[in-house]
């Protein structure tokens, strides 16, 4: 089949796609014959999305729709918006949110519930949304966001570690509770990406200073969304169940290239916008 076509005839649904690697995800979808639906909770920067792609007359299939993946009956309608363009059988649980660098014990209480609402309930919401389609057509590929903490604790930035920990078990158990369906479920840590999510940080006062390295650390290590999108399309494809993580192989090897392509330049570093709350 011709590799930028082999995903001809299948709807794909891409939370938190207004930007970032969403946006990747959904272009690199949509390059290789999918119809895609975008979301966010901004309306304006869907529908700039959903135009951008099809402007770059690349023949992309775009849709979109304001939703909050925290909220269900929000998920349930984007399932009825890609339902209408034809069979959904791809959906991307990335929208996510990385809360305020800090002590636990101090953080914003309204900070902590939006990273579990955004990344735990978000997840599970679209998961569940998901699944309903294709367990009863016998066929779909739902792909989870893993991320910084996935692993291990990391302290400081406890609300979203310990919501990616949460998500790759979660992940784990739905693959195994799918498992001999005909559905495939399965889990990414995309590495660091160079994006808003760490060029817009917000720290606890007295936390801001230890922030400041990350332009630095995201030369080092990090990927342009497009390049960390790129294996997608490698789960969507596979006839079975998908887990890519990091490896220090891989770290070490974007590091090799980061370094050669003049990545930790100054003036080619991610800027770094910096908001700082009181602790509570
Ligand atoms: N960037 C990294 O280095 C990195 C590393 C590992 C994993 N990840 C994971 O990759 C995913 C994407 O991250 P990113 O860096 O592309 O983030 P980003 O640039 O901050 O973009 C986040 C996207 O999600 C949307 N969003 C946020 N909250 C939402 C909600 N409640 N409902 C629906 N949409 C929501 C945002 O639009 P609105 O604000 O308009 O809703 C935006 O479209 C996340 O799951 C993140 O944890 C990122």
Known sequence: MDEVQRLTGRVAVVTGSSRGLGLAFARLLGQHGAAVVLSARTADDVER????????????????LAADVGILTDVERLRDEAQQHGTLDIWVNNAGAAGVYGPTATAPV????????????????????????????????????????????????????????????????????????GVRVHGMNPGLVRTDMLGRVTAQEGFESRVKALPFVVGLWGQSPEAAARPLLRLVTSKRPEFRDLTR????????????GGQLHRKRRLPLDVTVVSPE
């Open 110 to 181: 309204a900070d902590f519930e939006r990273v579990v609402r955004t990344n735990v309930m978000g997840t599970y919401h679209g998961s569940r949304v998901a699944l309903g389609v294709f367990l009863g057509q016998g066929h779909g590929d739902l792909v989870n966001i893993y991320g910084r903490g996935d692993h291990g604790p990391v302290p400081l930035q406890n609300a979203y570690a310990s919501s990616k920990a949460w998500i790759r078990n979660f992940t784990r158990g739905l693959q195994s509770e799918v498992r001999d369906s």
């Open 249 to 260: 192989r891989t770290m070490l090897t974007r590091a090799i290239a980061n370094l050669a």
């Open 49 to 64: 999305a959903v135009d951008g792609l099809r402007l770059r007359s690349e023949g992309i299939a775009a849709h979109g």
